[in-house]
């Protein structure tokens, strides 16, 4: 069974910074597709990023220029760099695996990112 945990969430002020973690561990880490996304109170879960094991990274709009995704598969871990934040980015940011053969999600617990203006 897939295991993910996240790690580097936390309260910081508009225009901050925070670089979120997630090591995985029970994959054959370098096939999946991995990915980040968040929900905020009251809203439902929407994609951060997702990075491939191969090929182009995926973004939303709203976080596009000032998140980056990356991945270490030699540590079996992905990483969202979080710049300028922003309140509306104030959120439980969770990590995603996508089971290369089918696509199936796995996920971890999440981690909270708190904005503050």
């Known amino acids: 069974q897939v295991q993910l945990v996240e790690s580097g969430g936390g309260l910081v002020q508009a225009g901050g910074s925070l670089r979120l973690s997630c090591a995985a561990s029970?994959?054959?880490?370098?096939?999946?597709?991995m990915g980040w996304y968040r929900q905020a109170p009251g809203k439902e879960r929407e994609l951060v990023a997702l990075i491939p094991r191969s090929g182009t990274t995926t973004y939303a709009d709203s976080v596009k220029g000032r998140f980056t995704i990356s991945r270490d598969n030699a540590r079996n871990t992905v990483y969202l760099q979080m710049n300028s934040l922003k309140p509306e980015d104030t959120a439980v940011y969770y990590c995603?695996?996508?089971?290369?053969?089918?696509?199936?999600?796995?996920w971890g617990k999440g981690t909270l990112v708190t904005v503050s203006s």
């Open positions: 995603v695996a996508k089971r290369p053969s089918d696509g199936m999600d796995s």
């Open positions: 029970r994959i054959i880490f370098s096939l999946f597709t």
